[in-house]
Nanobody, 121 residues
Framework: QVQLVESGGGLVQAGGSLRLSCAAS????????MAWYRQNPGKQREFVAR???????NYADFVKGRFTISRDNAKNTVYLQMNSLKPEDTAVYYC???????????????WGQGIQVTVSS
């Protein structure tokens, strides 16, 4: 069974920083994409950032220049460094991974349980 466990959330003042981590564990063969999404009550989950196995990254426009995604392939862990945080960044942040359990082309999508980030004004 695969698990994604997020950590590092919490309360921070506007302009501050937080670093989220997400560790994937279980019978994983390889991880293609690791990503972060966020969601507020009553709203759709939205894409924040992704990093593929080769290191290429993509960001949502609203975090460009403020957030940085990185990964440690040896630890199956993805990080999200969040700087210059704004109150509108307040949300539950979810880790997502596209991975394979065995050699071959079958990829599966997994989500973490989510972690709260609150930015006070």
């Amino acid at each position: 069974q695969v698990q994604l466990v997020e950590s590092g959330g919490g309360l921070v003042q506007a302009g501050g920083s937080l670093r989220l981590s997400c560790a994937a564990s279980g019978s994983i063969f390889s991880i293609n994409v690791m990503a972060w999404y966020r969601q507020n009550p009553g709203k759709q989950r939205e894409f924040v950032a992704r990093i593929i196995s080769g290191g290429n990254t993509n960001y949502a426009d609203f975090v460009k220049g403020r957030f940085t995604i990185s990964r440690d392939n040896a630890k199956n862990t993805v990080y999200l460094q969040m700087n210059s945080l704004k109150p509108e960044d307040t949300a539950v942040y979810y880790c997502n991974a596209e991975l394979s359990l065995t050699p071959g082309n079958n990829m599966y999508n997994y989500w973490g349980q989510g972690i709260q980030v609150t930015v006070s004004s």
